[in-house]
């Protein structure tokens, strides 16, 4: 088969049909199948912004598979990574009726290092004891290494890096155990795969190691097809940057001082320069103070932290210096030894600041990590996708403002791409209302909270539950959170559980409620009446007060930009279409999505924001909200008064 017959299966849905029951043929997913095709035959770039229930993930994937090239699905999620090879890469084969060899490839903190296991085995750590063993009885049975399969890599565990390896710790080849290196078997898999799924973190990562020439993470491949790529320019800012935390420098003393140990100690000066080091991260520490922060060095600088930063600088040369004559004394020292001239490195970057960076520190609880993050992320990616010669294809749900692609594909540098914007096939006129309060005060107002929270009673009354509410802040969650729970419901809260565990929840009850921020705007699929009103506090902008926008914004005056109408109006509308998003996830659902931010219609850019989002009908009357939620409750459910 080639990439246009694989497009070309959705002309003719017999085999679609026949593997998926209840197929619905959708004009908008067979002409992105075909728009799909054509790139990946002539290496052409593709940007097309798919709307939810086009389809989208069989529609690259049906012309990708049958083209019989060397694919990479990059994705934003070890989640949606899941769900592509368990769900949709299955889908597929059955409808071409072949086996495809599939890897997931993942970044190395998410595989378990049996060298790292050895030496924190080897620790002594009571506490961790019991952990250590259960891990070591499953590394025994693992055909992956994948610690997602022992728990949950993102919980913040201490186990996790005591476990894994990081680019700074691994020994490379010179590792004792390289041979039975499961990072290592991971990528031979990803070598020999005809499709390989994997995230934009590790993309990024592949990027930015192509781009200084020190080799690669990913394979080469005929195309690459990027989804969920509305994420794709916030994560290259990260990935074009440099950071140093004090968790690399806690390591990098722990790490040295254990291999210093295990030689027997016999080199005092070097144990000492180790001391010194861990002083002097721990003196920077103290100096940045207790509670977290988020902001540029320029802002954040006094005279205690600018002689803690020069002390941490000389206590990191002088180990280096220590570490070096005696790298040969073991691999150990070796790899301590590059860690320590790479962090000395990466320091003198995040402490300089000039026109195209920006240096930031970011405080949390005990530790901190500082950045270095570049303005402009569009020169850097659009030059790493040009080293990187085949098909590119840029999809999400999400790109257009106001039936306008480009905002994303200036961010990103892409220039001379085909672009195309499919809406979505569900009916949002008839099955969706959006309902905007009239005289809400602003966002501003002393009583906005108050306004917002009157509105979210009134219609969770009338819905019975089955209500999202989204909002833009942590002190929004706790606000609304307790409000609801003081009327008489009792709402799931972010933070009161893991992620997974609060929409298992909600999906176990369709009276549920959610008050949650930021990670479930986007990425969560509750079809049915289980989700029939999704509220959202306020239009999403970015704060002004993040040390990366203030500088970009300043950047954009100088060169006579207006930041807010070409940056953060964009941005805003691209999060907001994600919020919008999980009220209709099927053809059959329906429900009403209320924002309580009066600027939607009293604002100057209100209409720029309306004409972006889904065609719903529109109310600014309560009682019609709630007449219109009220017949989607079921019939026996009891609501709170």
């Given at each position: 088969?080639?990439?246009?017959?694989?497009?070309?299966?959705?002309?003719?849905d017999?085999?679609?049909?026949?593997?998926?029951?209840?197929?619905?043929?959708?004009?908008?997913?067979?002409?992105?199948?075909?728009?799909?095709?054509?790139?990946?035959?002539?290496?052409?770039?593709?940007?097309?912004?798919?709307?939810?229930?086009?389809?989208?993930?069989?529609?690259?994937?049906?012309?990708?598979?049958?083209?019989?090239?060397?694919?990479?699905?990059?994705?934003?999620?070890?989640?949606?990574?899941?769900?592509?090879?368990?769900?949709?890469?299955?889908?597929?084969?059955?409808?071409?009726?072949?086996?495809?060899?599939?890897?997931?490839?993942?970044?190395?903190?998410?595989?378990?290092?049996?060298?790292?296991?050895?030496?924190?085995?080897?620790?002594?750590?009571?506490?961790?004891?019991?952990?250590?063993?259960?891990?070591?009885?499953?590394?025994?049975?693992?055909?992956?290494?994948?610690?997602?399969?022992?728990?949950?890599?993102?919980?913040?565990?201490?186990?996790?890096?005591?476990?894994?390896?990081?680019?700074?710790?691994?020994?490379?080849?010179?590792?004792?155990?390289?041979?039975?290196?499961?990072?290592?078997?991971?990528?031979?898999?990803?070598?020999?795969?005809?499709?390989?799924?994997?995230?934009?973190?590790?993309?990024?990562?592949?990027?930015?190691?192509?781009e200084?020439?020190?080799?690669?993470?990913?394979?080469?491949?005929?195309?690459?097809?990027?989804?969920?790529?509305?994420?794709?320019?916030?994560?290259?800012?990260?990935?074009?940057?440099?950071?140093?935390?004090?968790?690399?420098?806690?390591?990098?003393s722990?790490?040295?001082?254990?291999?210093?140990?295990?030689?027997?100690?016999?080199?005092?000066?070097?144990?000492?320069?180790?001391s010194?080091?861990?002083?002097?991260?721990?003196?920077?520490?103290?100096?940045?103070?207790?509670?977290?922060?988020?902001?540029?060095?320029?802002?954040?600088?006094?005279?205690?932290?600018?002689?803690?930063?020069?002390?941490?600088?000389?206590?990191?040369?002088?180990?280096?210096?220590?570490?070096?004559?005696?790298?040969?004394?073991?691999e150990?020292?070796?790899?301590?030894?590059?860690?320590?001239?790479?962090?000395?490195?990466?320091l003198?970057?995040?402490?300089?600041?000039?026109g195209?960076?920006?240096?930031?520190?970011?405080?949390?609880?005990?530790?901190?990590?500082?950045?270095?993050?570049?303005?402009?992320?569009?020169?850097?990616?659009?030059?790493?996708?040009?080293?990187?010669?085949?098909?590119?294809i840029?999809?999400?749900?999400?790109?257009?403002?106001k039936?306008?692609?480009?905002?994303?594909?200036?961010?990103?540098?892409?220039t001379?791409v085909?672009?195309?914007?499919?809406?979505?096939?569900?009916?949002?006129?008839?099955?969706?209302?959006?309902?905007?309060?009239?005289?809400?005060?602003?966002?501003?107002?002393?009583?906005?909270?108050?306004?917002?929270?009157?509105?979210?009673?009134?219609?969770?009354?009338?819905?019975?539950?089955?209500?999202?509410?989204?909002?833009?802040?942590?002190?929004?969650?706790?606000?609304?959170?307790?409000?609801?729970?003081?009327?008489?419901?009792?709402?799931?809260?972010?933070?009161?559980?893991p992620?997974t565990?609060?929409?298992?929840?909600?999906?176990?009850?369709?009276?549920?409620?959610?008050?949650?921020?930021?990670?479930?705007?986007?990425?969560?699929?509750?079809?049915?009446?289980?989700?029939?009103?999704?509220?959202?506090?306020?239009?999403?902008?970015?704060?002004?007060?993040?040390?990366?926008?203030?500088?970009?914004?300043?950047?954009?005056?100088?060169?006579?930009?207006?930041?807010?109408?070409d940056?953060?109006?964009?941005?805003?509308?691209?999060?907001?279409?994600?919020?919008?998003?999980?009220?209709?996830?099927?053809?059959?659902?329906?429900?009403?999505?209320?924002?309580?931010?009066?600027?939607?219609?009293?604002?100057?850019?209100?209409p720029?924001?309306?004409?972006?989002?889904?065609?719903?009908?529109?109310?600014?009357?309560?009682?019609?909200?709630?007449?219109?939620?009220?017949?989607?409750?079921?019939?026996?459910?009891?609501?709170?008064?």
């Open positions: 088969m080639t990439a246009a017959a694989g497009a070309a299966l959705f002309d003719d017999a085999a679609l049909s026949a593997a998926l029951p209840g197929y619905r043929p959708r004009i908008g997913q067979a002409e992105m199948a075909h728009a799909v095709a054509s790139a990946m035959d002539r290496g052409g770039r593709l940007v097309v912004e798919a709307g939810t229930g086009t389809g989208k993930t069989l529609a690259y994937l049906l012309p990708a598979l049958a083209s019989r090239r060397k694919v990479i699905v990059s994705t934003a999620t070890r989640y949606l990574q899941s769900q592509l090879a368990e769900k949709d890469v299955p889908l597929a084969q059955t409808v071409l009726g072949r086996n495809i060899h599939t890897a997931v490839l993942k970044g190395r903190g998410n595989y378990l290092c049996l060298h790292r296991l050895e030496i924190a085995e080897s620790s002594g750590d009571l506490y961790m004891a019991p952990k250590l063993r259960a891990v070591r009885d499953w590394a025994k049975t693992t055909r992956t290494g994948d610690i997602g399969e022992f728990g949950d890599p993102s919980d913040g565990d201490a186990l996790w890096p005591r476990i894994t390896s990081t680019t700074d710790n691994c020994l490379g080849t010179d590792c004792p155990l390289y041979d039975q290196c499961w990072v290592l078997h991971a990528r031979r898999e990803a070598q020999a795969a005809d499709l390989v799924i994997a995230n934009h973190y590790l993309l990024f990562a592949d990027m930015t190691l192509r200084a020439g020190f080799g690669e993470v990913l394979p080469g491949a005929d195309a690459i097809v990027l989804d969920e790529a509305h994420k794709l320019p916030d994560i290259a800012g990260r990935f074009f940057g440099q950071a140093v935390s004090s968790r690399q420098l806690r390591d990098l722990r790490d040295t001082r254990a291999e210093l140990e295990a030689l027997g100690s016999d080199m005092p000066d070097v144990l000492d320069q180790v010194t080091l861990a002083d002097a991260e721990r003196a920077f520490t103290d100096a940045l103070g207790q509670g977290a922060f988020t902001q540029s060095w320029r802002e954040s600088v006094t005279p205690e932290r600018e002689a803690a930063r020069d002390r941490l600088v000389e206590a990191l040369a002088g180990l280096e210096a220590w570490l070096e004559p005696a790298a040969s004394r073991s150990g020292l070796k790899s301590a030894a590059r860690r320590a001239a790479d962090l000395q490195t990466r003198a970057t995040v402490v300089a600041e000039d195209e960076r920006v240096s930031w520190l970011e405080r949390r609880g005990a530790s901190w990590i500082w950045h270095s993050t570049p303005l402009d992320v569009a020169t850097p990616f659009a030059r790493a996708v040009e080293a990187m010669p085949g098909a590119w840029f999809t999400s749900a999400t790109l257009s403002v039936d306008h692609l480009g905002y994303f594909c200036d961010r990103l540098g892409l001379g085909e672009q195309k914007i499919l809406p979505s096939p569900f009916d949002y006129e008839n099955n969706a209302l959006l309902y905007s309060p009239q005289r809400m005060p602003a966002p501003s107002a002393p009583h906005f909270d108050d306004a917002v929270i009157d509105e979210i009673v009134a219609l969770i009354n009338a819905a019975e539950g089955g209500t999202f509410v989204l909002c833009t802040s942590y002190r929004a969650v706790a606000r609304y959170g307790q409000a609801l729970a003081e009327a008489g419901f009792e709402p799931l809260i972010q933070g009161q559980a992620r565990q609060l929409l298992e929840d909600f999906r176990a009850d369709e009276n549920a409620i959610l008050v949650a921020t930021s990670s479930f705007w986007e990425g969560v699929d509750v079809r049915g009446r289980g989700l029939r009103l999704v509220i959202i506090d306020k239009l999403p902008f970015a704060s002004p007060a993040d040390p990366v926008l203030a500088a970009r914004f300043e950047a954009m005056k100088s060169a006579g930009e207006n930041p807010f109408m940056y953060q109006l964009p941005q805003a509308v691209i999060t907001l279409k994600q919020g919008v998003g999980r009220l209709i996830r099927d053809a059959d659902d329906r429900g009403v999505l209320a924002i309580c931010d009066p600027r939607l219609f009293t604002a100057r850019y209100g720029v924001i309306r004409a972006s989002l889904p065609p719903m009908s529109i109310t600014r009357s309560r009682s019609t909200a709630c007449a219109f939620v009220d017949d989607l409750a079921p019939a026996t459910a009891e609501g709170a008064s």
